[in-house]
């Protein structure tokens, strides 16, 4: 048989190039570099959209919906990394599934959830496909957060709005929530960490994403 070519090629090439433009762009943890390296990011958007897929820019998905800008995927994952493996980690916002599987490298157990259902059964499809077993996926409203898997290591949320109460009492203490929130008429990036003695707050930079809505589709 001969070697495939043509996606199969160009993928390694290009995705080999956004590493690179990652790297000059700032992101140093080598763990997300690698971890980005092997998420076959063309496997998450649309056969149309493939040959985009390498590109250092957010995507649509369908349903209004996008799959986010890589360098803004390797930020937020840097974000709630820390010394050594993550335990659970839990995603509201799983869109196509490319944040949970690069987390899933990363983590023990990744759960995510999505309160569209079209787009939570196709990520649910490409993680099968995969072999991204240790990803949990729920058709739901992730406002509420996943109580019956808390405490979280790490909870990330991909849909911007004003942060759900309930997140903040499902992070382990020394966990680290990383969201984009409303500010004014823009949004926010911020982390922040469970202490002891309360959350300690930080603004990481302006970033923009789909509304973090309610309700099921
Ligand atoms: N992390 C995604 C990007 C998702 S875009 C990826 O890697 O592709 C944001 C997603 O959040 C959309 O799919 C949207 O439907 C979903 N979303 C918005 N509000 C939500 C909520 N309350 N609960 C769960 N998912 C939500």
């Known amino acids: 048989m001969m070697a495939p070519s043509g996606i199969g090629m160009t993928s390694e090439t290009t995705r080999r190039r956004l590493i690179k433009r990652l790297r000059d762009k700032g992101i140093q943890d080598e763990r997300v570099l690698d971890a980005m390296a092997a998420v076959p990011r063309h496997l998450f958007v649309d056969e149309a959209l493939s040959s985009r897929a390498y590109e250092d820019t957010a995507l649509p998905i369908g349903r209004g919906q996008t799959i986010s800008q890589p360098y803004v995927v390797a930020m937020m994952t840097a974000a709630v990394l820390r010394e050594g493996r993550l335990g659970k980690v839990l995603e509201v916002g799983t869109g196509s599934?490319?944040?949970?599987?690069?987390?899933?490298?990363?983590a023990d157990k990744v759960f995510t959830t999505e309160r569209i259902g079209e787009l939570q059964r196709s990520a649910r499809q490409r993680f099968h496909?995969?072999?991204?077993?240790?990803?949990?996926?729920?058709?739901?409203?992730?406002?509420?957060?996943?109580?019956?898997?808390?405490?979280?290591?790490?909870?990330m949320v991909t849909a911007g709005g004003d942060i759900p109460e309930q997140l903040f009492e499902q992070l382990a203490e020394g966990g680290v929530l990383v969201a984009p929130e409303t500010a004014g008429t823009h949004q926010q990036l911020v982390r922040v960490t469970r202490r002891q003695d309360g959350y300690e707050r930080e603004v990481l930079g302006a970033v923009t994403f789909v509304p973090l809505r309610t309700g099921l589709e």
């Open 97 to 106: 599934g490319y944040q949970a599987a690069i987390l899933s490298r990363l």
């Open 129 to 155: 496909r995969l072999g991204l077993h240790n990803i949990y996926t729920r058709h739901a409203d992730g406002n509420e957060g996943w109580p019956s898997q808390a405490p979280f290591d790490a909870i």
